[in-house]
């Protein structure tokens, strides 16, 4: 075996590791019925298209009291129409609105505060306005977080791709988690690094959101699946991941270039750093792309490397539920992201700036 192809074969082995005992540690709670309320708790900057059905599962959620309040971000659409209409029909639907964003606040994290403010629950559950939520998930989320004493439970929804574009970077959210984040560990070792949370689906406890300063606490940041567990840990407090896919779904983009875009917004507060990117670019580069080259360019010694990237990758999607077209698209996600985070490194400063939903953000 030649020198590339063994680098490629470790490369390759150690996502596969770590998915192997990721998948037999990652379980969905089961349905599960309890007494304390939920505030399902949805912010809202120009969702019109998707509120009727997110709010419909969500106000059919099961087992548990619910309530579900929608802040109005500034919508310039029906968006607070749409929610109007049907908490005029439903008791335990509210619509608040939005103050105008303080400044140092990012859009989300001013608009999850401000929800968190009017909630009443024991429990918050923040979730995006293009999640569906399943019947079960709310209870099932509350009464496990109680039973394992955990202030912040988070899970990945089923991610629905329909286009070329969307299968090219979606799924890489499930196959970087559950491929380079040790779950059996984290769960063990309390330390902040190894905290991690999926911004769509996040259960927090009431207290502990308050005690902690809660979005308040990391205002300026656009990845708060990454800040808040980390911010709860250095509090002392335990978070946890779960396996989101069959409690709930999400469509998170409709396009390649709303893809670029959402991904590039929190790059630098994930692998685009000029410390990390390097690393992530061996990680990825040497352990899912290198083993292709090698085949391809008639190296034989590299096909073990090729179909351990490959059987993780199917492993991941198999569990993550997503759909089955994605896998042979997987070396070109893999440059895919690698490219999307490198341009959000290296991109000139005054072009540096994260956009999204009509406003602009300064890159640390």
């Known amino acids: 075996m030649t020198t590339l192809a063994l680098i490629a074969l470790v490369l390759a082995l150690i996502p596969a590791a770590l998915a192997a ?174 905290g991690a949370a999926c911004g769509q689906l996040v259960l927090i406890e009431g207290e502990a959101y308050r005690a902690t300063g809660g979005h308040a606490a990391v205002r300026a940041s656009l990845h708060d699946g990454v800040q808040l567990p980390r911010l709860f840990r250095r509090a002392g407090l335990r978070t946890d991941l779960v396996d989101g896919a069959p409690l709930a779904a999400c469509r998170m983009y409709a396009s390649f270039g709303q893809a670029w875009a959402g991904f590039s917004k929190n790059a630098h507060e994930g692998m685009a750093t000029p410390r990390a990117l390097p690393v992530w670019t061996l990680l990825l580069f040497g352990g899912h792309l290198l083993p292709w080259l090698l085949v391809l360019a008639g190296e034989t010694a590299g096909l073990p490397a090729l179909l351990a990237t490959m059987a993780t990758r199917a492993a991941v999607t198999v569990k993550a539920r997503e759909a089955w077209w994605t896998i042979p698209l997987h070396p070109l996600a893999v440059a895919t992201t690698l490219a999307l985070q490198w341009n959000a490194l290296l991109r000139p400063r005054q072009a540096g700036a994260a956009t999204w939903k009509g406003r602009t953000y300064p890159v640390a």
């Open 21 to 194: 005992g990721n998948l037999l540690a990652l379980r969905a709670p089961r349905p599960a019925a309890g007494d304390d309320l939920v505030s399902i708790l949805i912010p809202a900057r120009n969702e019109a298209a998707n509120l009727p059905e997110t709010l419909g599962a969500a106000l059919a959620s099961r087992g548990v009291p619910i309530e579900v309040i929608v802040a109005n971000d500034h919508s310039t659409d029906d968006t607070p129409g749409i929610v109007a209409a049907l908490a005029a029909r439903d008791p335990r639907l509210r619509l608040i609105a939005v103050p105008p964003l303080p400044q140092g606040w990012t859009g989300k994290n001013h608009a999850c505060h401000v929800l968190a403010q009017a909630a009443r629950g024991r429990h918050l559950l923040f979730i995006d306005a293009d999640v569906r939520l399943g019947p079960d998930a709310a209870a099932a989320l509350a009464v496990a977080a109680g039973r394992r004493g955990t202030a912040l439970l988070s899970g990945v929804p089923r991610q629905i791709t329909g286009s070329l574009g969307e299968g090219l970077t979606v799924p890489m959210i499930n196959l970087l988690l559950l491929g380079y984040l040790p779950i059996p560990l984290a769960r063990r070792v309390p330390h902040p690094a190894l």
